[in-house]
């Protein structure tokens, strides 16, 4: 079955430390991207990615970095400048009717 | 810039009621619209995608309307039952943008 999978489901961070969500996809999209969801907030878009060693900065970048060497992957990291990293990431693909296919989520507390 | 709004944010139903959900966006100019369930801590699933030639799409209990003079799409669902309890979402994408998304519309079908 084609579909996007996240790792870690949970992840603890603590200050100061950078850590990495993984965001991995067997759905032959070119298209990926980050989301992050606050409670009481929509979605804002972090970082995306139209094809592989491409990406742009979305709504809310600072503190975040990514990478894109394969097409299958768009790796998400949280850096010690992202001072409010606790939330719900979101990572997404768009399929070639132009749709978005949503992964299951990391939920990041800061401990 | 294209901002989303979703009404009502919260609405509970008794099951088996017909319901409509709405989603309004300030440019006409979309390329499609998509709507989405979130279940808590869970991640997006897709219902429906409206390219901006169609009226409307169904799958099964759920039809969706598009009218992109208005700025306006609407979520029907049929005979309601407590598994549609859940956040519902829509999204819209402008020609060569991001989606952007609603804040959601909080749904609860008592039984």
């Known amino acids: 079955d084609g579909g996007i999978t996240q790792s870690p489901k949970y992840l603890f961070r603590k200050e100061g430390q950078n850590v990495t969500l993984s965001c991995e996809q067997n759905l032959n999209h070119d298209a990926m991207y980050w989301y992050r969801q606050d409670p009481g907030q929509g979605l804002r878009l972090i970082y995306y990615s139209q094809i592989v060693n491409d990406f742009q900065k979305g709504d809310i970048a600072e503190g975040y970095s990514v990478s894109r060497e394969k097409k299958e992957s768009f790796p998400l990291t949280v850096t010690s400048a992202q001072k409010n990293p606790t939330a719900f990431y979101l990572c997404?693909?768009?399929?070639?009717?132009?749709?978005?296919?949503f992964g299951s989520g990391t939920r990041l507390t800061v401990v | 810039k294209q901002e989303v709004t979703q009404i009502p944010a919260a609405l509970s139903v008794p099951e088996g009621e017909n319901l409509v959900l709405n989603c309004s966006f300030t440019d006409s100019a979309i390329y499609n619209l998509q709507w989405f369930r979130q279940d808590p801590g869970k991640g997006l699933t897709s219902l429906l995608l409206?390219?901006?030639?169609?009226r409307e799409q169904t799958s099964g209990r759920l039809n969706a309307s598009l009218d992109k003079s208005s700025g306006r799409s609407t979520l029907y669902i049929a005979a309601s039952q407590p598994g549609d309890s859940a956040t519902y979402l829509c999204a819209v994408r402008e020609y060569g943008q991001n989606f952007v998304f609603g804040p959601g519309t909080r749904l609860s079908v008592l039984p």
């Open positions: 409206i390219q901006s030639s169609q």
């Open positions: 997404a693909s768009r399929d070639s009717g132009y749709g978005y296919t």
